[in-house]
C-alpha cells in the first residue's frame, strides 16, 4: 500500500512539472509581448525621470516591491485561482494604449500599461491575491508623471498660490511687494516665480508621500482622505514662506539667497518642514479624534481553496489557456502597432515662411523665435507677425503648424504656454467672429492677459483637419479618432492678441481683433491642409 501510495504521488509531481511547463512558456512570452509593446513610452518615461521635477518617480518601484514584500506571508498564504475575470482590465489597458498611441498622449499609454500588468495579475493568481497586493498597484501609478497640458496648468496656478502667500506674509513682515502675476517687485529687485520655485518640485513628492503615510496609518479612511488632501495645502504655504523668505532675506544677502547652495537648501528644508507638519497632523488627528474600538472580521475562505490546495496540476492547467488567450490579445496589438503606419504626415501646402506681411489695411514685421523654444514646441513650422493698421494699433499673429501630432509633440494651449513672465490669464468662454459675407463665421476662444494695469485681447483656436476646435481635451479626442478614421493627426494653433489701450474701451479691441481674424482667416486657410488634404 505505502509502495502504492508513493507510486501516485511520484506520478501526480511528474504531471505536475510538465504542466507548469506551458505555463512558464506562457508567461514568458507574455512579458516579452508587454515589453515590446510598451518599451518605446517606457523609453521615454525613463527620460522624463531624469527632469529634476520627476526625479521622485525613482523611488516609486523600489517601494512598491518593498509593500509586496511586506505581503509576502499573506500573499503566501493565499491559493492561485486563475479568472478569465482579469481579461476586463486587461482589454482596457489595450483600448487605453490605442488611445494614447493615436491620441499622441504618453500619460494614456502608461495607464494602458498599468491595467494590462494588472490585468495579469489578475489572469494568474485571482481576485484574492489581487486584493492583497491592490494598494502597492495602485501607488505604482504615481511613477507616471502627469501630461504635459495638465502639469503646465497645475504649475500656473500653484506659482500664483505661491506668490500671492508670498506677498501677503512680506506684507505682514512689513516689506513693501508688488506682485504682477508671478513676478515679485520689491523696489530694489524683482524676483520672478519659476517651477523651482513654485512648489511643484515637491508638490507631487509631498503629495506621494501622503499617501505612504496614509496607508499606515492606522486610522478610519476619512482620517487619511483628510491627510491627503491637507498636503496640498501644506505645499502651498510652506511653498509661500520659502518665496517670503527669498524676498525678506534679499535685502541683506542680495542674490545669493535666491541661487546656488541656499537656493537649493531652502527647498530641502521646506520639503523636511512639510513632512513634520503632516506627522504632526497624524497625531493631532488621532488624538482629538480617537478611534473606536475594531471588531475582529472573519473571513472565509473561498469553496475552491481546498480543490487548488490538493491538487497543484489543476491550477496550473487551468491557467494555460487564458495564459493563450492573453498572449494572443497583446501579439495582435502589437503586429497591428507596428504593421499600419497611422500616423501620415501632412505637410503644409504653402511654408509659413513666404505668408504676406501684408493682409488688407495691415502692414507687419516679421519675428523669430528662439531656438529653445522652437527645439521644445516640435511644430514643423510657423510664423510669427507682428501687424499695424493705420491708426498705429497693434495685432500679434502667431501660427504653428504640425505634420503630425506624435507623442509628445503635439499642440500645446495658449491657456498653458500664455500665462507667466508676470501675465495671467482669465478667460472668458467661447465667441463667434463673423464672417462678413454672411456665410456665418468662426469660433474662437476668448481671454484676457493682465499684467499690472495693461491689458490684452487674445483670440485663439485649432484648426484641426477641416474642424475648428477651442478646447484642448476636444483636440485630443479627435486627434485620436482622425488617426484611427483617416490616418491623420496634423493641426495648427491659431492665436492672435490685441493690446486695450487706455484712449479705448474692450468694445474697440474686440472690434479691432475681429476684423484682423476676419482679414488673417482666408489667407491662413491658403496655407494649411484642410479636410480633404491626404
Not at 458 to 475: H, K, N, S
Amino acid at each position: 500500500m505505502a509502495q502504492y501510495v508513493s507510486s501516485e504521488m511520484n506520478g501526480n509531481i511528474a504531471r505536475q512539472g510538465r504542466g507548469r511547463l506551458p505555463a512558464l512558456i506562457c508567461a514568458v512570452s507574455s512579458l516579452v509581448l508587454f515589453m515590446l509593446l510598451f518599451y518605446p513610452a517606457y523609453r521615454v518615461l525613463w527620460s522624463s525621470w531624469q527632469r529634476e521635477d520627476n526625479n521622485y518617480c525613482y523611488f516609486v518601484p523600489l517601494i512598491v516591491l518593498y509593500l509586496l514584500w511586506e505581503k509576502r506571508a499573506a500573499l503566501q498564504s493565499v491559493p492561485a485561482v486563475s479568472s478569465w475575470a482579469g481579461f476586463a482590465p486587461l482589454l482596457l489597458g489595450i483600448a487605453f494604449y490605442w488611445l494614447g498611441e493615436l491620441g499622441g498622449e504618453f500619460y494614456t499609454i502608461y495607464l494602458g500599461s498599468w491595467f494590462v500588468l494588472t490585468g495579469f495579475v489578475w489572469i494568474c493568481l485571482g481576485w484574492h491575491k489581487l486584493k492583497i497586493a491592490a494598494f502597492p498597484l495602485l501607488f505604482l501609478i504615481t511613477m507616471f508623471p502627469f501630461p504635459r497640458f495638465i502639469n503646465n496648468n497645475l504649475t500656473l496656478q500653484l506659482k500664483l498660490l505661491s506668490s500671492k502667500m508670498g506677498v501677503a506674509m512680506m506684507h505682514w513682515y512689513g516689506l513693501a511687494a508688488y506682485r504682477e502675476g508671478n513676478v515679485i517687485d520689491l523696489g530694489f529687485t524683482r524676483l520672478q516665480v519659476v517651477d523651482a520655485c513654485s512648489g511643484l518640485r515637491y508638490f507631487f513628492p509631498l503629495i506621494v508621500l501622503s499617501i505612504l503615510l496614509a496607508y499606515y496609518f492606522r486610522a478610519p479612511l476619512w482620517k487619511k482622505v483628510v491627510l491627503v488632501l491637507s498636503a496640498v495645502a501644506v505645499s502651498v504655504i510652506t511653498n509661500g514662506m520659502r518665496i517670503a523668505s527669498v524676498g525678506i532675506l534679499y535685502q541683506f544677502w542680495g542674490p545669493a539667497v535666491a541661487e546656488g547652495f541656499f537656493h537649493d537648501f531652502s527647498g530641502w528644508f521646506i520639503f523636511m518642514f512639510s513632512l513634520g507638519l503632516l506627522l504632526l497632523e497624524m497625531w493631532l488627528l488621532k488624538r482629538l479624534f480617537p478611534a473606536l474600538p475594531e471588531v475582529a472580521k472573519v473571513h472565509d475562505a473561498p469553496a475552491d481553496w481546498g480543490a487548488s490546495a490538493r491538487d497543484g496540476k489543476v491550477a496550473v492547467i487551468s491557467v494555460v489557456p487564458r495564459f493563450l488567450a492573453a498572449v494572443a490579445v497583446l501579439g495582435a496589438t502589437l503586429a497591428l502597432a507596428h504593421g499600419v503606419e497611422f500616423r501620415e504626415k501632412v505637410p503644409i501646402k504653402k511654408s509659413f515662411a513666404q505668408f504676406p506681411e501684408k493682409v488688407g489695411e495691415w502692414t507687419g514685421i516679421r519675428r523669430e523665435m528662439e531656438q529653445l523654444f522652437r527645439d521644445a514646441l516640435e511644430f514643423s513650422d510657423y510664423v510669427i507677425i507682428d501687424y499695424r493698421n493705420r491708426e498705429g494699433k497693434n495685432v500679434n499673429f502667431y501660427t504653428a503648424y504640425y505634420e503630425t501630432q506624435r507623442k509628445g509633440g503635439s499642440i500645446h494651449s495658449p491657456a498653458s504656454c500664455l500665462p507667466g513672465s508676470g501675465w495671467e490669464l482669465k478667460e472668458s468662454g467661447n465667441v463667434t467672429v463673423p464672417s462678413g459675407d454672411g456665410r456665418g463665421g468662426i469660433r474662437v476662444r476668448r481671454a484676457f492677459m493682465q499684467m499690472g494695469g495693461k491689458t490684452d485681447l487674445v483670440y485663439y483656436w485649432f484648426p484641426q483637419r477641416g474642424r475648428i476646435l477651442t478646447d484642448i481635451y476636444e483636440m485630443k479626442f479627435f486627434t485620436f479618432w482622425d488617426a484611427l478614421t483617416r490616418q491623420r493627426t496634423d493641426g495648427a494653433l491659431v492665436r492672435v492678441i490685441t493690446p486695450v489701450y487706455q484712449d479705448e474701451g474692450v468694445e474697440a479691441a474686440e472690434a479691432r481683433l475681429q476684423a484682423f481674424t476676419r482679414q488673417i482667416v482666408p489667407v491662413l486657410d491658403a496655407c494649411l491642409p484642410g479636410k480633404e488634404s491626404i
